[in-house]
Nanobody
């Protein structure tokens, strides 16, 4: 069973920054990891993903140039640096893992989520 430890969410003013961290355990394979988010009344949307094979990254169009995903030195660790945050980034962010080395297909497991709120 996969377990996730997520941290880094919080309340920030528009234009501010946050860094989300995630460490997964209980895994056997080093699959692609990423983040998705869900705001109240809205559908879940993938924000970013990083492949396990060559570090190729994916970003949702609306966060390109503002968010950066990276792997940690420890296995199954991933970060999401979020800059120039906007009110529309407000959501619960979930760390997740796919059943593939590449950023394709749906996520197989995810954590409890961390709240990100952007408001003045």
């Amino acid at each position: 069973q996969v377990q996730f430890v997520e941290s880094g969410g919080g309340l920030v003013q528009p234009g501010g920054s946050l860094r989300l961290s995630c460490e997964a355990s209980g895994l056997i394979m080093d699959y692609a990891m990423g983040w998705f988010r869900q705001a109240p009344g809205k559908e879940r949307e993938e924000v970013s993903c990083i492949s396990a094979s060559d570090g190729t990254t994916y970003y949702k169009n609306s966060v390109k140039g503002r968010f950066t995903i990276s792997k940690g030195n420890a296995k199954h660790t991933v970060y999401l640096q979020m800059n120039s945050l906007k009110p529309e980034d407000t959501a619960v962010y979930y760390c997740a893992i796919k059943q593939s080395y590449y950023c394709e297909g749906s996520y197989a497991s995810w954590g409890q989520g961390t709240q990100v709120s952007v408001s003045s």
